[in-house]
Each structure stands twice: as structure tokens, then as C-alpha cells.
């Protein structure tokens, strides 16, 4: 018996500098944090959650600096991906510094690096063989470069009929590309991972249950997370699913809805219908956020 196709990921690898500080940030003098330089990146955030998850065949295409290739190779290919890791020589991996207060609400400083220098020289037709599902993170919608190796991807995985998800990444990054641009370069994919910020944006609408559905005519599956509240589903105009929170002690939201996306892909892969599979992507997500970073714990 064949088992479920392989989850392409096409996505950022980032190193993650996140600060976590109990008292509020002063301005010109110290707050007291306790600081830890960890592996991340939504796309291979992803990757490892599914495998967590229990998915056993994952793959991640990301471009990564010459200086760290060798670590985030290795944490990777730890973790159970399978792994084209492009060298850039030229700009540095991804970093990204994640203030986490003692509510475990982050907030991310950005700089791109190498992730969003991925191209259409990286991309190759046979990376989707033997491929299930591919999905796309979000940030490499948002520069000229990373849009030449998605969007080909993209149109070969239609082209197989294999089913293409992509998480909207960032409200202030999605705003920054325009919302009718980031909606025209995400036509007809099949399901849409926005949380309720990324889909309030995309909308214009703040309930994320009217954003949502507005989202699933644009999308054949929408499903918004919604942090300690869980998350929804919708499809064709409306709200199909309310699934509820798992219960956890929050000390870092970064990489919960990663999580959520990686529980869910990996769920539906294995044949668990939408709401299954929404409800194991809760449980990832409560994970997450019950340890710093945005990888599954050490099993």
C-alpha cells in the first residue's frame, strides 16, 4: 500500500535571537531578559512540526548564509527534514530578534537575509516529485526574488494537481506589499493559514469568523488561528468548523501558528478530514507555546 506523498515546504530558515523579558522594556537603560539564540524560520518551522507531528517524509527548500548552514543543516536534519539547503555567499542567514513578554506576546525585528534572495535558478520541476502537498510560507511572496522561485512552484504543483497552502506570514508585511497584490499572487491555491491579524488585513473586516469566510471564496479552505482561542475553518463563504484550544502554560508564542500549520498539513496528508486535522494542529500549537522558540520540544 502507498503511503501519503511527501509535504514540500518552500520557506525561510532564520536565526532566531529571542529575548524574553518579565518586566516592561525601559527605554535608554537595561531590562532584564533571558536571551537564547535558537533555530527558526516559518517555513522550516513548519517542516519540523509535521514531522513532529508524525509525518515521515518532509522536505525544506530554503537559502541560507554561508556563515550558519552548517548549524541549521544539522538542526534540521535533526529533526527529521530532508533538507536543499541553497549557500548564499553574498548575504546572511536570516535573523530574527523576538521580544516575548510575560504575557508570551512576541514581537519580531525582521532582517530578511538570505531567505527572501531565493530564485528561479533554485527551483527545479523535480523537487514536487514524489510530492503530496507543497506548501509555501508567506515571506517569500513579499520580494521580487523569492517570487520567481514560488510562483513557478506554484503553477507546476497545479499543474500535477497537487494541493498548494500558503501561510500569510505577516499583517505589517502583507500591508507593506499591498493586500490586492498579496491576494492576486495567491489565486487559486487551495488552502489559506492566515491568523486573525493576517486575515482581518486581508479583509478588512475585524471578526475573524466574517473574515474567514470572506477568505474562502478566495480560497477553497481557510482556516485562521486564533491563539488561546482556537481556531476556525472555512469553506465556500462560510464557517464549516469552531475548534476549540488546548489547554497550556504560554512562555512563547513565536512559532505557534507554524505549529498549527505543520500539525495540519501533516494530518490531512495522513487522511484525517479537515476538522481532524485542524484539532491536531491545536494540540501542536499548544506545544509551541508552552517553550521558547518556535521547534517542537527535545522528544
Known sequence: MTGPGALLVIGDVVTDIVARHRAPLTPGTDTEAEIRSLPGGAGANVACWAVHAGLRDVRLLARVGAESV??????????????????????????????????AERTFLTDSGAALRLSADDWSPDLLDGVG?????????????????????????????????????SSGFITAVGVDRFLALTEGVDVLLPNAAEASVLTDLPEPADAAAKLSRHAALVAVT??????????????????????????????????????????RLTGANDTTAAVTGCRMGAQAVASLGGRPPPS
Do not use: K
Not at 544539522?74 to 521580544?99: N, Y
Not at 523569492?146 to 507546476?156: C, D, N
Not at 481556531?231 to 504560554?250: C, E, K, M, N
Open 70 to 103: 552548517a548549524w541549521h543543516g544539522s538542526q534540521l536534519r535533526g529533526a527529521g527534514v530532508r533538507t536543499r539547503l541553497v549557500v548564499d555567499d553574498r548575504s546572511p542567514t536570516a535573523t530574527v530578534v523576538a521580544l516575548v513578554d510575560s504575557a
Open 226 to 267: 486564533l491563539g488561546a482561542r482556537g481556531a476556525l475553518l472555512a469553506a465556500s463563504g462560510a464557517v464549516t468548523a469552531r475548534i476549540p484550544p488546548v489547554d497550556a502554560r504560554a512562555v512563547d508564542s513565536t512559532g505557534a501558528g507554524d505549529a498549527f500549520t505543520g500539525g495540519f498539513l501533516a494530518a
Open 133 to 169: 502537498h507543497l506548501h509555501i510560507s508567506g515571506y517569500l511572496l513579499f520580494a521580487e526574488a523569492s517570487r520567481g522561485a514560488v510562483l513557478p512552484a506554484i503553477r507546476e504543483a497545479h499543474t500535477r494537481g497537487i494541493p498548494v497552502s500558503v501561510d500569510p506570514a
